[in-house]
Every structure is written in C-alpha cells, then in structure tokens.
C-alpha cells in the first residue's frame, strides 16, 4: 500500500509503507500532516490516519500526537541497541522505525524483510550505563566473596604456624608475600573466568549488571584478562581509576577506558 502526503500545500507521493515510515520517525510528516492512502475517503492528519493504520506501521499513541515526533521512543542515552545485530551504536549511526532502532549496517537485512511482510521488531531504547555505586555494591560483594577464597587457607597456615612453634623473621615477610601473590592471582583468574564465560562476576550478576565491549559484543577471555590486569591498576592509584566512573559520562572506570570496555544493566 502506498502513502501520499502534503508537503508545503503541494501533494506529495507515493512512498511506501517503509519510506512512510521513516519519514515518521525523521519527523518530515508530524502528527497534523495531511496524508492519505487507498481506501481512505478522505485526507487525514497523520496523527488520526496512523490510529487505523495497515499492518506493519505501528499507530501514533494520543501522547505522541501531542507532543510531535521529537518525544517518538525518545532515549534516555547517546547511545541505542541495533534490534538486529543487538550491538550498541550511537543515535547519529542509528534508524528509528516505531519502537526498534536499526544500526546501518543492519538497514539492507531489515528493509528486505520489512518487504517480505515480516513483523516490525521491538527493541531496547536506550543503553543504561550501571552507576558508581550500583558498580560499588557488586565490587563489595566480590571482597566478600576473595575472603571466604583466600581467608581459610590463610588462617589454616598461621593456626599451623603457631602449633609448630617460633619461626624465623623471614617467615612473617614470606606469609605476607605469598598472600599478595595468591590475592593477584585469585582476582585475576576469577575477573578472567567470569567475564570471559558470563559477561559478569558473581558480584555483578547479583547486581544485574554485564561488562560488554564498545559495541555490545560479549567479551573474549583474552579481553577479560586484561582488564583484570587494568583494574589492578585502577585500584593502585589510590582507587581513582574506580571513582572516576562517578564522573564519567558512560561510567566507565579507569580499566573500562583501558580496554574500551562498558558496564551495563541487564
């Protein structure tokens, strides 16, 4: 079916249901355009014409029709996910159509099926980026977690250090040691392990939250293993590289900037 619509008191047309639509979503045609359409007795403004539209374009909802095209699916964030590939892509590299968001790469695969009749897909509006402190509370729950890891073996060796008698003065400096290594070794393998297999630390899955790269892929085990190696280092500086997230305008800490990484709600 095709659409005609009034541009500048001239008629203009036809388009079809796709190209109707996006010009919808660019807020070329708004609510109190006149458009028409075969089978339609007379011309409608599009905010009245949508509310009986055929199947495939989605119908204009009374809030919409107020306020204009500008407050259509409008997101909360720079930054959208594409409803085929499930990437994340910013807004400007983005097509709206209805609720879903289309990446250009996608365009082509969406456009042949939106041809083929297929139904018009739904999809997140917007990126949420996990906040400092929500971030905060899956890092305490992952402290509690390296305690119960490294606290029993660490209270068997002093229980049999004190059975045994006096130790040398070297014995305290090597305990030491051997804590910081096993407490390097313990965070890395389990920030490894977890963001490679499932996206996420126990900590972080109490949370609800995922680490994904810069695009929304899942992170491979190489990438995972270096940014348990970088947040190392953001808790060397004094935990700065932590607390910048506060401040950040995707919340990303030191180690997430390192590794081009992102944290984000499930």
């Not at 306020?67 to 085929?84: D, F, H, I």
Request: charged share 15%; proline share 6%; hydrophobic share 45%.
């Amino acid at each position: 079916m095709n659409w005609y619509y009034v541009e500048a008191g001239q008629q203009t047309g036809p388009v079809s249901e796709l190209e109707f639509l996006n010009l919808v979503s660019m807020g070329k045609i708004q609510p109190n355009t006149l458009v028409w359409h075969e089978g339609m007795a007379n011309w409608q403004p599009c905010s009245v014409a949508r509310t009986a539209a055929p199947a495939g374009v989605p119908p204009m909802d009374p809030a919409q029709a107020a306020a204009g095209p500008s407050t259509s699916a409008v997101a909360s964030g720079p930054e959208v996910v594409c409803a085929e590939c499930g990437k994340i892509f910013s807004r400007d590299n983005a097509i709206q159509y209805g609720t879903a968001w289309i990446c250009a790469g996608c365009k082509p695969i969406f456009v042949q099926k939106f041809k083929e009749g297929a139904a018009l897909p739904t999809a997140p509006i917007a990126v949420e980026y996990a906040g400092f402190w929500i971030r905060f509370g899956a890092k305490m729950i992952d402290g509690l977690i390296f305690a119960v890891i490294l606290g029993v073996p660490f209270v068997i060796i002093v229980l049999r250090s004190a059975v045994s008698g006096p130790r040398s003065p070297g014995f305290g400096l090597g305990l030491q040691l051997l804590l910081q290594f096993l407490s390097l070794a313990v965070a890395v393998g389990y920030n490894t392990f977890f963001l490679g297999k499932f996206g996420a630390t126990l900590g972080k899955m109490a949370c609800q939250l995922k680490v994904v790269t810069a695009d929304g892929t899942p992170l491979s085990y190489l990438r995972a293993f270096g940014r348990a190696w970088a947040e190392q280092l953001s808790g060397i500086v004094c935990y700065i590289g932590y607390i910048i997230a506060a401040f950040d305008g995707e919340k990303r800490a030191l180690h997430d900037h390192i590794c081009n990484t992102r944290v984000i709600r499930k």
